[in-house]
Every structure is written in C-alpha cells, then in structure tokens.
C-alpha cells in the first residue's frame, strides 16, 4: 500500500514537472497491481478484474485519444495517462475506472483552469493530466481503506 501511494506521488510529481510519465513507473504500477492481485492475494480484487481493469484502462484512455485525434487533427491524451490508469485499474480492478476517472475529471477541469490563469495561457495549450489520475488512484484506495472494515461486517 505504501508503495502504491509512493509510486503515485512519484508520477504526479514527475508529469506534473515534465509533461512525462515514465514507462517504467507506470509499467511497473501495473505489474505491482497484478502481481498484488494475481499471485500473491494482497490486493483490493480479484485477478480477472485486475487484468480486466489492466486492459480496460488503458483502452478506455487510447481510444478515446483516437477519437481526439480524427476530430481536432493532435493528440488530446499522452499514453502515459493511459498506462497510469492501466496501472490502476490492475490495482483496483476494473469496477473502481469510473471514479477514479471521474475525480479524475473534475480535479482536473479545476486544475486545468488554475493552471491555464497562473501560467496565462488559453485553452490550447496542455497541462498534465496524469496528476489528477493518481489524485483519483489515492482517493480511490483512502475509499477502500475506510470502506474496508464495513465490507467484512456484510459478511455477517
């Protein structure tokens, strides 16, 4: 769990200072992610919704960059973002993508219009999303932790 926390400040930091999320953090988000849940048990799912998650993640991210690029004719997503989420969605499982997109979303509209009048530039110009990704991941895994006392009472 430690780890998950610091690999997430790590990337928001990195992204949120070089426009970069670097592969062999995200890819190994992801591997930490299925091998929490697949091999060793630890994790907050199961392994078919880690892989599930894993995939879908990404895809969700990819292709919704294509569909940018076919109407604007540029990149509106950095596949950085895509493998972060990817990374999450192992961790979580498919189930948690949309609030962590989401929190995702919202944090980052607001960001995004922070960082547009601090920096004073106009809409066109980019900022890092990834940030507001990994803000959704923590948030995510503060939900399960204070939710999971009450999971185990429903077993009763």
Do not use: R
Not at 88 to 110: E, H, M, N, V
């Amino acid at each position: 769990m430690i780890v998950l926390v610091v690999l997430l400040v790590a990337l928001a930091w990195i992204d949120f200072k070089t426009f970069q999320l670097p592969d062999p953090l995200t890819i190994s988000l992801a591997a930490y992610g299925l091998i929490a849940n697949g091999i060793l048990g630890l994790g907050w799912t199961d392994t078919p919704s880690a892989l599930i998650g894993c995939v879908s993640g990404y895809l969700s991210l990819y292709l919704l960059n294509l569909a940018y690029i076919k109407i604007k004719k540029m990149h509106g997503i950095g596949m950085g973002d895509a493998k972060l989420l990817a990374g999450l969605g192992a961790c979580f499982g498919w189930q948690s993508l949309p609030y962590i997109l989401i929190i995702a979303s919202i944090t980052g509209l607001l960001g995004g219009y922070i960082w547009l009048k601090v920096h004073q530039q106009d809409s066109s110009h980019v900022f890092p999303f990834g940030p507001f990704i990994a803000l959704g991941g923590i948030i995510t895994l503060i939900w399960l932790i204070l939710n999971a006392p009450l999971n185990h009472l429903s077993m009763y």
